[in-house]
């Protein structure tokens, strides 16, 4: 469906093939005295098949030549919207691989699929709401600051489970084995303090088994955590996910499918997660009670919003291109070099040293940032080395390169290269959107 024309003054051409059709053509060459069986013919108005084609030709260049788009979502407009300032927090560890989730037709799951759907039931119900994601295991770290933009963070959700399964598959935890309760709840409180925008109503949800592993390396206590949530006024609340009987699937040495009891140190305590979130004025329930959820809703739902001025950017895709001629036109011996004005995205963030937590942390905030600003990235956060990256970079031939590595984190820096030019240039990372604004207004 076509939404809007770039240049709709140019519709005036469709007059055009208007006049190809309703004017009759002019005869040329030598004339007759009519005869009395020619003036009885009607006078012809030319081949009208041929008049036909004409004209939707023309018609087809005019629609072109105004350049039809499509509103992928969006209004470029200013309102107020009154939200709170809400972080989930969500459990990585190892015991989050127990199959013990049974739906109703008798389907089991893992806790961790049973963690995803209730993160998005969440957000999909906080439309006006700032949210972000932190997720924890022995380590803790911001995965997606707080934004409006809730399909970034929908994004950054099935990423990380994603690299979360492809660790279990190596028996090792994305950030570590166990659960570090506490510490996966102090680092998201400090980020909802430290924000940039303040709210008035502020809240943590903490999504996990609740089986705290005090063995865990920088083990923080959950309770004093909730104390100190409870001092900066942020309310804790919870999502408990596990079935108390603790049975999980098995092959036994035959190769049949059997169920095993699980250990008791490996059975989710939501009593553990109810005292945390009673000491924070909060309410935990089971992630299988819709009641419970519904509660934890209306418990947010409570907390005094702030209102705020939201500028939303609109974002139009063109019906047309002609890629054969642009590429044909913009291109080096590394691969095509595409214009601002119609590159499929902005920027192409490259991300170094993902094996480093700081690493995928300090580039997934600046891919937020960078979103968040309206600017369209291209996040490369495969592990393969930097000269494929840069390789594949070049061949695709975004106009704006970033790169950040754990050398560029050091330094505070990110490292900014537009296509078309050979040399790169250090931005400071307190500026790198600003600045990279700069350099596209230039590429």
């Known amino acids: 469906m076509i939404d809007r024309f770039a240049a709709p003054w140019l519709l005036l051409l469709l ?5 190809v059709l309703l004017l009759r053509p002019r005869r040329g ?3 007759f005295g009519p005869t009395a069986l020619l003036a009885g013919l009607p006078r012809s108005r030319g081949p009208l098949l041929h008049r036909a084609l004409l004209a939707a030709g023309l018609a087809a260049l005019a629609l072109a030549a105004a350049r039809p788009q499509t509103d992928t979502g969006g209004r470029s407009t200013e309102r107020t919207q009154h939200g709170r300032n809400l972080m989930l927090v969500i459990d990585l560890s190892l015991s989050m691989r127990h199959d013990d989730i049974v739906a109703p037709d008798g389907a089991r799951s893992d806790r961790l699929a049973a963690v995803v759907r209730a993160a998005h039931a969440f957000i999909s119900r906080r439309g006006d709401d700032r949210i972000g994601l932190t997720f924890f295991s022995d380590r803790a770290v911001t995965g997606c600051p707080l934004t409006y933009d ?4 929908r994004q950054f959700l099935d990423r990380t489970e994603q690299q979360a399964r492809a660790a279990w598959r190596r028996d090792d935890g994305l950030l570590g084995a166990g659960t570090n309760l506490g510490r996966g709840l102090a ?3 400090n980020h909802v303090v430290n924000s940039t925008e303040q709210a008035l109503g502020a809240a943590v949800v903490l999504i996990t088994d609740g089986a705290d592993t005090r063995e865990s390396p920088g083990w923080v206590d959950p309770l004093e955590a909730a104390r100190k949530a409870a001092a900066k006024g942020v309310r804790v609340h919870g999502i408990g996910v596990g079935d108390p009987q603790g049975s999980i699937t098995r092959t036994d040495v035959f190769g049949r499918v059997v169920q095993v009891a699980l250990p008791r140190g490996q059975l989710p305590d939501l009593e553990r997660l109810r005292q945390i979130t009673r000491l924070a004025d909060g309410a935990a329930h089971a992630a299988t009670d819709a009641d419970g959820l519904a509660e934890v809703f209306r418990a947010i739902d409570a907390l005094e919003p702030t209102p705020r001025t939201i500028r939303v950017q609109v974002i139009y895709a063109e019906h047309w291109r002609l890629l054969a001629a642009i590429v044909e036109q913009h291109h080096d011996d590394k691969g095509i070099i595409w214009p601002p004005s119609v590159a499929p995205f902005q920027v192409h963030l490259v991300s170094l040293g993902l094996d480093r937590p700081e690493a995928r942390e300090g580039a997934e905030a600046l891919y937020a ?15 393969e080395s930097a000269g494929v990256k840069f390789n594949d970079a070049d061949l695709i031939g975004v106009p704006l390169r970033l790169t950040i590595s754990p050398r560029t984190l050091k330094a505070e820096t990110v490292e900014a290269k537009l296509r078309r030019e050979s040399e790169a240039t250090l931005l400071p990372r307190g500026e790198a959107v ?10």
Do not use: C, F, M, S
């Open 15 to 19: 007059i055009l093939p208007l006049l």
């Open 29 to 31: 060459g030598a004339t």
């Open 150 to 153: 809730h399909e970034t963070v």
């Open 187 to 189: 680092v998201a409180v």
């Open 369 to 383: 940032e960078l979103e968040q600003a309206g600017l369209e990235v291209l996040y490369d956060d495969r592990a």
């Open 434 to 443: 600003e600045r990279a604004r700069e350099l596209l207004a230039r590429a």
